[in-house]
């Protein structure tokens, strides 16, 4: 991966879509620099002072010119507009059954953890030709996670989940970027992405000592830190059960519905006085500076295995 190159190669099933738009707009720009520059040039020197160039006559204004160079780039633009919100949209869908990555960055390193509790820093293997859906946010300031193989970049915000998957379609080692100025360190904060044979990613999962599934870790820290003396059916509190809760539709104190997603989850257990579930008292306490970002996504893990078909353990290889 130290080789210059113009372009970095294609490795994900997104490169080529995004590389031919980009090349039809720089093949529609050169045209059109051709097309303004080379008839200038020639007017340049046939009309230029002393030649002898027929300037009689000189023609003002054509209606057939200007509808035309202004129909034309008009539906250039809008067929280009199409072309690329086709694209974005495809892009923007996550398909399913995507092995999940859990994304942190921090000012000036990214830190990530697989659902089978593997964590690294600054580097993600993963298996080729599987998606791979990576949760990412930060513990400080915006940045931006960009793997120019994959041509995929997703901002990294403070107290928001966004997310950004990709399919590596070939084995090697790729660049990560941070493409949000982030401070000081801001060019330092780099990584690399591997890329390898299902086996050889199975045998890495096992490398160094063994982890506890994310799952696993969130079921620790919701008995640790208390959640499960409120949140359970013998619990002395009125307390909403979460079994099943992820992705229902939520009906909250003020009238209004929400879908119970990973941002929900997370405001309940930072913010808990932002959305109040019908029937129940804002009774939760907020906590907010008491859990890791991590700490936070390994719950919001946890919560969302409970009361579904797969047992807690499912990340576990
Ligand atoms: C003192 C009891 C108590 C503790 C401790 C507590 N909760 Fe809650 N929690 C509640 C109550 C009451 C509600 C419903 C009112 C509300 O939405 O704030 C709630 C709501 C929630 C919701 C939204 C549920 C829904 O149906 O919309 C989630 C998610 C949640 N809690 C997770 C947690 C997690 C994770 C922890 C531990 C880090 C925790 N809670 C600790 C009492 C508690
Ligand atoms: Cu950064």
Redesign the pocket.
Known sequence: MDQFHLFPPQASTSAQEVDHLYFTLILISLFFITVVFLPILYFCIKYRRGSAADRSNPLNGSNLIEVGWTTLPTLMGLALFGWGAVDYFRIERKPANALQVQVVGKQWMWKVQHAEGKQEINELHIPVDRTIALTLTSQDVIHSFFVPAFRVKQDVVPGKYTSEWFKPTRPGEYHIFCSQYCGTQHAKMIGRVVVMQPEAYARWLQTGEQTESIVRSGERL?YD???S???SPNSK????L?QG?YRKP?PLADGTMVT?DDQY?RD??LQ?AK???AG??????S?SGHLTEEEIMQ?IAY?KSIGREESPDQGKP
């Open positions: 919701f830190r208390g959640c003396g409120c949140h509190f009125h307390a909403p979460l809760l939520v119970a989850l309940s257990i808990p959305q109040i579930s129940y008292d804002n009774i939760m306490p906590f719950l919560v």
